[in-house]
């Protein structure tokens, strides 16, 4: 397994409460680097729908994600990780593969609870979840330690946060 010629890997970290935006943004940036550039990789299609398990700390889908995205990188693909990824259960996983990308770019949303689910309700998954169900899940700010994550807050558009992704690896030629 080798990186495709001319190209080097960049690891790209979403990461925030449940409906901050995390997804729409993953999929913006998908779709303006094109066709074969992007991986996306999603904790909760990881977690939730190809090992159907809790958000644990030894959770095997953890380290599965961990494969997944090491697989894109290795190929020289952006890869872009998103989820709500608590940074206690997290944080090895992330670090390990900051450690393995060319470059790394992490950014976090930092949303009060009322926030996150008023997005919540716009979604068209908004039934899926109860509002006692997002509270639970709901951790605050968590930051890294080993990173400095780009910060957003409620003001800052999901297209706003896919543009400044996107900036931010232009300057390094993500």
Sequence with gaps: M???????????????????????????????????????????????????????????????????????????LVVVVEGIMNAGRYQRT????????????????????????RRHATRAKAEAFTADEMSGWYHGWQPLDFVTETRFDAEVSARAAADRVLAVGRRVTL
């Design 2 to 76: 080798t990186a495709v010629e001319g190209r080097t890997s960049a690891l790209v970290v979403l990461r925030g409460n449940s409906g901050s935006g995390k997804s729409t943004v993953a999929r913006l940036v998908q779709e303006e680097l094109g066709p074969g550039e992007c991986l996306v990789v999603p904790q909760d299609v990881v977690r939730r729908q190809l090992l159907n398990e809790a958000d644990r700390a030894e959770a095997a889908s953890i380290d599965l994600l961990r494969t997944i995205a090491a697989w894109g990188l290795d190929r020289g």
């Design 94 to 117: 992330l670090e390990h593969l900051a450690a393995i990308a060319a470059r790394s770019h992490f950014f976090a949303w930092d949303l009060p609870l009322d926030e996150t689910l």
